[in-house]
């Protein structure tokens, strides 16, 4: 099949060898994702608030959960969508239908109070959206600025996510202060419109001559994908290592967190500044890629900063004081943001386009599918043995992706392109 690119407007392609943070075409792109995240964070604070207004706390936990499950069992298709329409098609159809789904239910709690019902409905929306919005957005920078720029890339999109966490809580609390759920419903679904025109906006780069779009069936795409990745020298290893990172550091900086910040007196205002030491560590690590392009001897570097995120996670459970314990969660922020970036760049590099959508797919389902399932079981070992053991364990499982990124020759030579 004769490779295709997706439709964009008629403009020049984006120019070979510009830093990405002097691209018009780059920046159209993280000003579109900020506004879309913050956007996100803002509706999940609306939805939590209007689901505990509404029911039992046990009924808003569970409409906090629906989403999830769309959004793990159609993941893998999400990427296959991804790869056939392209992602900046899927990313724009995707933001239009949050967008109408949270401004309709804001219009809904103005005129009557619906109910649960309604709330469970948004999330099922937002996480079967999320499925196909994901792999795509992860596909994006790909075919936005050149190979050696993709670093400097994940760290501005690094930066956004961190403005977007840090802006979006008191902007959705702003809006339920003034006007109930409602207004924050409304905010979220402006900032998510505002993503929409400027994605149209973005122009893309062509396919390398070769690849093409999926030409099956859906699920053969889907089995070609995985095969691809399954063989992949370096992809393999690369999800793997993710896995087991993810797999240890999210139980432990979730729940396990909130349940060592209780037995030690802390308080939630201790634990807010412990999670503002790791997202310093996280937004620093973000703005060093951003600011770099570029660090050598990626693969390298990637497993080190994973062993050593390992070791700050394990110590953080035996630091009795506050202040220290602040300064160990920075150092957990620094090495997995500084981790996360650097996988997230090997996987755009090493990745063939055609297939990028499927393996960052798979990469997506890993980490928001498969790693949340650890917050129950830190919860419950935690409450059995105390967070010592517990934070230890977790920092084996997280440790172990680094000691494969180590072991595995073609991941450990992996390179960004210069």
């Given amino acids: 099949m004769t490779a295709t690119t997706e439709a964009r407007p008629a403009r020049t392609a984006p120019a070979p060898g510009r830093p990405a943070h002097r691209d018009p075409n780059v920046l159209r792109w993280l000003s579109a994702y900020t506004s879309s995240m913050v956007g996100d ?19 808003a936990g569970a409409v906090m959960a629906v989403s999830a499950v769309p959004r793990a069992v159609l993941m893998l298709g999400g990427g296959v969508l991804a790869d056939r329409l392209g992602p900046r098609r899927v990313v724009i159809g995707s933001d239009t239908v949050r967008c109408a789904a949270v401004l309709a239910v804001a219009a809904l709690l ?3 109070s619906p109910g649960l019902w309604l709330l469970a409905a948004l999330a099922v929306v937002f996480g079967t959206v999320d ?19 993709l670093a400097r890339v994940q760290g501005m999109r690094g930066l956004a996510i961190r403005f977007a966490s840090v802006t979006g809580a008191p902007l959705g609390g702003l809006g339920v202060a003034l006007g109930g759920a409602a ?38 795409d889907l089995a070609a994908g995985l095969r691809y990745i399954r063989h992949h020298p370096v992809l393999a290893p690369l999800v793997l290592a993710i896995a087991l990172g993810d797999l240890g550091f999210v139980g ?5 967190l909130t349940l060592l910040a209780d037995q030690r007196g802390w308080g939630a205002s201790g634990m807010g500044l412990v999670l503002a030491g790791f997202g310093a560590g996280s937004g620093g690590a973000s703005f060093l ?47 997995a943001g500084l981790s996360g970036a650097l996988c997230g760049a090997l996987l755009q590099t090493h990745a063939d386009p055609a297939y990028l959508g499927r393996v960052t797919s798979v990469a ?8 949340p399932l650890g917050m129950p079981l830190s919860a419950a070992a935690i409450g059995l043995w105390g967070a010592g053991p517990v934070f230890v364990v977790s920092a084996a499982v997280c440790g172990a992706g680094g000691v494969l990124a180590l072991c595995v020759p073609a991941l450990r030579r992996a390179e960004l392109p210069a």
């Fill in 252 to 256: 432990p900086l979730n729940v396990g």
């Fill in 289 to 335: 890629l951003a600011a770099r392009g570029r660090l050598p001897h990626a693969g390298h570097l990637a497993a080190y900063a994973i062993l050593a995120g390992s070791v700050a996670i394990g110590a953080l459970a035996f630091v009795p004081a506050l202040p220290a314990a602040v300064g160990t969660a920075l150092l957990v922020g620094l090495f």
């Fill in 183 to 220: 207004a924050a419903f409304g905010i979220a679904g402006l900032l998510i419109a505002v993503s929409v025109p400027l994605l149209i906006g973005v122009r893309l780069r062509d396919l390398p001559a070769g690849d093409a779009r999926p030409a099956g069936t859906a699920r053969r």
């Fill in 131 to 149: 499925a196909v919005f994901l792999p795509a957005v992860g596909a994006l920078p790909a075919r936005l600025a050149d190979r050696s720029q």
């Fill in 364 to 371: 997506s389902l890993v980490s928001l599918g498969i790693a």
């Fill in 110 to 112: 103005l005129l009557a």
């Fill in 41 to 59: 964070s803002v509706y999940y604070i609306a939805l939590s608030w209007a689901a505990v207004q509404a029911g039992s706390p046990a009924q």
